[in-house]
């Protein structure tokens, strides 16, 4: 049965009917002969069975021909066999079409019930999920057939829905805290613009605060200026994202590590810490990759880096199965938190003292770039050092 099951429907459908009209023959067959029997034995009552007899052997003799019964006049006839008669002429006439009719339809009737029925109502109770708002269940047929493929493919249909849709709400919870952390983030700088102001229009007429002061204030106020316009470029690189696409272009390797290691030098050394490159074994000597955008991507992460490092920070760089690693270790505190995901939010700050001096999305934008690059970015705490991230990117 589990065979027949497998089968495709235009096979099925053949089968089935092959054998409906099978079975229809032969009943029909023996029908017609059972009712020619008993006609047969109805008339054989009205007739000269002398002369029948004669006439037989006769035939017999010169031809070797069997002769049917003559058929008696219905006067002849009582009304009851007459009626049986008749009958079985009918019988004779449309048993053969009749249970071919029905043998078929109910041929058709076992098809839609083994192989329509159960998908059909898998798809209409799917489809009303996913009406209802609710992709939360599992389209699942087992057999292999037309419908099984069907079945497959709205399964397919409703995972992507699934994913589509978590991506979908998870877009707009990142709109909703983005769009908090703009607010709070420009908060900052407003209020202390706004505190400053309010002291100069207090103290400046009343010729209470001096040169040096003021002078003091100017600073601070060109500073949180600053602040606010790198905050419009960071948005505005953040826009930008979006559309940005991997460029691949051939990348030699020994260069790229010179320029990471310079790039490393030049970071590092307003705070006096040691750099330490590590280029691990088996690396090509070249491959395809966006250049740029794992330059953007190493410099937000060595930028974390030598911010809370004490005096080391320690670089590896790694090709494993056609993915460029990039982990970058600090001697700092280390994470608060190792929930990844949390961390590469936009505008998350690890120590709260961090908004006035940056805007936490250095890990974000790493977390765009190299998903943009067929990679991610991983963090965790090193017991034996501090804080790591990892950044890969998918390489030709």
């Known amino acids: 049965m589990d065979h027949i099951k497998q089968l495709s429907l235009k096979k099925t459908i053949m089968l089935y009917l092959l054998i409906a009209l099978t079975i229809s023959f032969f009943t029909s067959a023996w029908v017609v002969s059972t009712a020619r029997r008993v006609q047969h034995n109805i008339w054989f009552e009205y007739i000269d069975k002398e002369k029948y007899y004669d006439l037989i052997l006769q035939n017999e003799n010169e031809h070797g021909v069997w002769i049917d019964i003559p058929r008696p006049g219905s006067y002849v006839m009582s009304d009851t066999d007459d009626f049986i008669s008749e009958t079985c002429d009918f019988l004779i006439t449309w048993t053969p079409l009749i249970l071919s009719t029905f043998c078929s339809?109910?041929?058709?009737?076992?098809?839609?019930?083994?192989?329509?029925?159960?998908?059909?109502?898998?798809?209409?109770?799917?489809?009303?999920?996913?009406?209802?708002?609710?992709?939360?269940?599992?389209?699942?047929?087992?057999?292999?057939?037309?419908?099984?493929?069907l079945c497959t493919s709205f399964e397919h249909?409703?995972?992507?829905?699934?994913?589509?849709?978590?991506?979908?709400?998870?877009?707009?919870?990142?709109?909703k805290n983005l769009k908090a952390a703009i607010a709070h983030d420009l908060r900052s700088p407003l209020a202390i613009l706004k505190g400053y102001h309010e002291m100069l229009i207090e103290f400046i007429p009343q010729d209470k605060i001096d040169k040096e002061k003021l002078n003091e204030i100017i600073r601070s106020c060109d500073k949180q200026t600053d602040r606010l316009l790198l905050f419009i470029d960071k948005m505005r690189q953040l826009s930008s994202l979006e559309d940005r696409k991997a460029e691949y272009e051939e990348v030699n390797t020994a260069e790229l590590v010179t320029q990471l290691k310079v790039a490393a030098d030049i970071l590092a050394e307003p705070k006096n810490i040691a750099i330490e490159i590590r280029n691990e074994p088996g690396a090509p000597l070249s491959f395809q990759a966006d250049r740029g955008i794992i330059h953007e991507v190493y410099e937000n992460l060595l930028s974390n880096a030598v911010r809370y490092a004490a005096k080391k920070i320690v670089i590896s760089i790694k090709f494993i199965n056609s993915m460029l690693q990039i982990k970058v270790w600090d001697d700092g505190t280390g994470f608060h938190t190792n929930d990844n995901d949390l961390i590469t939010n936009a505008y998350y700050h690890d120590n709260p003292a961090d908004d006035l001096n940056h805007f936490g999305l250095g890990l974000y934008i790493s977390k765009l770039l190299c998903e943009k690059h067929g990679g991610k970015v991983c963090i965790e705490n090193d017991i034996n050092f501090g804080a790591s991230v990892k950044a890969e990117f998918f390489i030709h």
């Not at 829905?161 to 998870?170: A, F, H, R």
């Open 105 to 149: 339809g109910l041929a058709v009737i076992v098809f839609y019930k083994n192989k329509l029925k159960t998908p059909i109502k898998i798809l209409e109770d799917g489809s009303h999920e996913i009406a209802c708002n609710n992709l939360d269940f599992q389209i699942k047929y087992d057999y292999e057939d037309e419908m099984g493929r």
């Open 157 to 175: 249909m409703r995972s992507q829905l699934q994913i589509n849709n978590k991506y979908m709400w998870k877009m707009i919870e990142e709109q």
